[in-house]
């Protein structure tokens, strides 16, 4: 049978392959997907669309991205075993019978591969497996499970699985190809130390079996500046391999684990030949049969989540837009890695979104930085008119911020209500009065003045959490109003590593976009969307002026906390890097040990020190967990589980306080 005429809108580019590269009797098709968690028969029904255009377009083989069946991650979700395996075996039908409608309607046969969880076929600990499965005309004709398991960050395979015994090439019309799955082909990762991860060398092992070409199924996640280690890592795999490899990536997200796609080709001598696009549905052919390889963008593989009402696009206004197809143009040339992290987050909340069933969101807008770029991205990612904003000021709330927050609200077309919470708030002063004993100590003028000074901090530190949590109080109980909104929290990483925020007041909600980056990084966001649009969309004045949390007069932030671009990079350093804290005392020490009359609380000889401290003190804090979307390689949240009552570094006992403040965590 005389195979369709290939002829589709696409972008197709050919690079010459080395010398001696050999042809291959193939076309493989690489469909880049986006799966929901648990949605066995909409993952299955979109394997099944992609499958089946790509080989009506003749591939003749298609890829599909890690464990589609059941979605990635699916943590807990797996103990139900019965109901698993149950469920996976009704998607693989569905993706059987599109193979054998392919081979009837082609007069040949067009294998697809499939990532799944699988019974493990051996006695053992673990009954199930992760595993990628060749599937021809109806039947598995070929199953490879994982071998290396990540258990790290967060990563948790080996809770689950367990490891294959063997790593076996399957041929197909003549050539031999190492099929495995993400994990397997990073044996060349080293860690701090150079140390290799694993002990099994899989590359080693198919270079043995004679590969000829090596297929990744991954489920990799986003993390700033991974995409340069993924392409390193895997052209070193080709290059030792001696054989050119497909790395297949899922895109979406998963709670607040981003997948970014830019799934990739590279040749046997490690070079990128092709990319797919990032945070988007994608899919390419490869043509290995000439002296040429080929990659061709197919616009018309149809790689979008089954459900219709899954695919929200939201209408934005003329500069919102604009805003947009400027960062997607920045993202696909690659060289601007702020850019990738923007649209990272606003993906993730488009997805975390449409795949918890909601449409809209409720935030407080105070005129602040961390509001306002929480507002950025969330209008950029649902729409103005899905968000909602209100203002709740108090005695100790700056004019210019509220001028802000309308100016902003305009520029953007999102809703702000300029409301107060004064009344609220005096209301809590009278019905909590200081208490008897201590107001006699404020009275006494024997009474030590460190003591003094210790309670009226504390009332300030009550006083500045009241205000927090009333206003958190009205954002709850709009969004129980207005019905099927997120509320989003605005606190950023360096305030949740200090501790400097309040527990159930601005620390609270249901998903918080900006939770993984710093002040620094939130002040260059909003200057690059503002750049981006060619226009000021967000008041230069949010940026620039003082950062302040106007919970009390004339306060701010650096009054309480160490300036914010040596704190992010302090609690970067000790966190994601994993520095000792003798390292970065020898680094940031110096900074503030010696500050001219009148010195900061926070500062002095042992400043890094009581930092730390405080970082490892409010691990109660950031406990109470909310979404946050994962941008860097370690994140609060699930990614990062230790104990709350410990005794680490600083040789202290840490005691976890029970209504922990803005000011003293």
């Known amino acids: 049978m005389v195979r369709p005429l290939f002829m589709v809108f696409c972008l ?211 993390n700033r500046d991974k995409q340069v280690v993924r392409e390193r890592l895997h052209g070193e795999a080709a290059r030792l391999l001696g054989a050119p490899l497909i790395w297949a990536n899922q895109w979406g997200a998963t709670d607040g684990v981003l997948f970014d796609g830019r799934s990739f080709i590279v040749d046997e001598t ?102 306002a770029a929480n507002a950025a991205v969330v209008a950029l990612a649902l729409g103005p008119e899905n968000l909602l904003t209100l203002g709740m000021k108090t005695e100790f709330t700056r004019v210019g911020s509220v001028t802000d927050a309308n100016v902003m609200a305009r520029n953007f077309g999102f809703t702000y209500e300029d409301g107060s919470i004064q009344e609220e708030f005096e209301a809590y002063v009278r019905n909590n009065p200081m208490p008897a004993r201590l107001q006699r100590i404020l009275d006494d003028p024997a009474s030590p003045a460190d003591e003094v000074a210790r309670i009226d901090a504390r009332r ?73 649009a060619g226009t000021e969309l967000i008041p230069a004045a949010i940026i620039t002026k003082p950062p302040s949390h106007e919970l009390s007069a004339g306060v701010v932030t650096t009054d309480d906390i160490p300036p914010y671009p040596v704190l992010h990079r302090l609690y970067h350093g000790y966190m994601v890097d994993g520095r000792s804290v003798e390292d970065l005392t020898r680094e940031f020490g110096p900074l503030f040990a010696n500050m001219p009359a009148p010195q900061p609380k926070w500062a002095g000889p042992d400043w890094v020190q009581r930092a730390i401290q405080l970082f490892e003190r409010n691990d109660h804090k950031r406990r109470q967990e909310i979404q946050i979307l994962r941008t860097t390689r370690k994140a609060f949240g699930y990614g990062r589980r230790v104990p709350i009552a410990k005794r680490w570094e600083v040789g202290r006992p840490v005691v976890a306080v029970s209504c922990a403040g803005a000011l003293e965590p």
């Open 460 to 532: 300030r530190t009550q006083l500045e959490n009241a205000q927090a949590r009333i206003r958190m109080t009205r954002l709850f109980g709009r969004a129980n109003l207005e019905g099927g909104m997120i509320l989003m929290a605005t606190s950023n990483k360096n305030e949740l590593g200090n501790g400097y925020f309040t527990l159930h007041g601005d620390y609270a909600g249901g998903l918080s976009p900006l939770g993984d980056q710093g002040k620094p990084e939130v002040w260059r966001y909003m200057a690059r969307i503002n750049e981006l």
């Open 12 to 222: 197709l580019f050919s690079l010459a392959a080395p010398a001696g590269a050999q042809p291959l009797p193939l076309k493989v098709a690489l469909a880049q997907l986006n799966p929901l968690v648990g949605d066995f028969i909409g993952n299955a029904q979109q394997i099944a669309r992609a499958y089946e255009d790509a080989a009506m377009l003749g591939a003749d083989l298609v890829v599909t991205p890690e464990f589609m069946l059941p979605g990635y991650p699916a943590y807990d979700l797996l103990d139900r075993s019965a109901d698993c395996f149950t469920r996976v075996e009704e998607g693989l039908a569905i993706i059987k019978e599109a193979t054998r409608r392919v081979s009837r309607l082609l007069g040949y046969d067009v294998p697809v591969i499939v990532g799944h969880v699988a019974r493990t076929p051996y006695d053992g600990a673990k009954d199930k497996q992760n595993v990628a499965s060749v599937i021809l005309n109806g039947e598995i004709v070929f199953t490879q499970s994982k071998v290396l398991l990540p258990t790290y960050d967060i990563f948790d395979e080996a809770r689950y699985f367990a490891p294959a015994r063997e790593q076996r090439v399957w041929e197909f019309k003549g050539v031999k190809i190492a099929i495995a799955i993400c994990e397997d082909w990073w044996f060349e990762d080293v860690d701090a130390e150079g140390r290799h991860l694993y002990d099994f060398n899989t590359i080693q092992n198919f270079k043995d079996q004679g590969a000829q070409l090596a297929i990744s199924l991954s489920a990799s996640p986003y």
């Open 270 to 371: 490690g070079f990128v030949r092709g990319r797919l696009k990032a945070f988007a549905p994608d899919a390419a052919i490869v043509d290995f049969t000439g002296n040429v390889i080929e990659v061709t963008h197919v616009s018309t593989v149809r790689t979008e989540a089954y459900a219709p009402e899954a695919n929200f696009k939201p209408r934005l206004p003329a500069p919102l837009q604009a805003v947009m197809d400027r960062l997607q143009t920045s993202v696909s040339i690659g060289n601007n890695e702020d850019d990738v992290v923007i649209m990272a987050i606003i993906m993730g909340i488009r997805e975390y979104a449409r795949k918890t069933g909601h449409r809209r969101a409720i935030l407080g807008l105070s005129g602040g930085a961390d509001s």
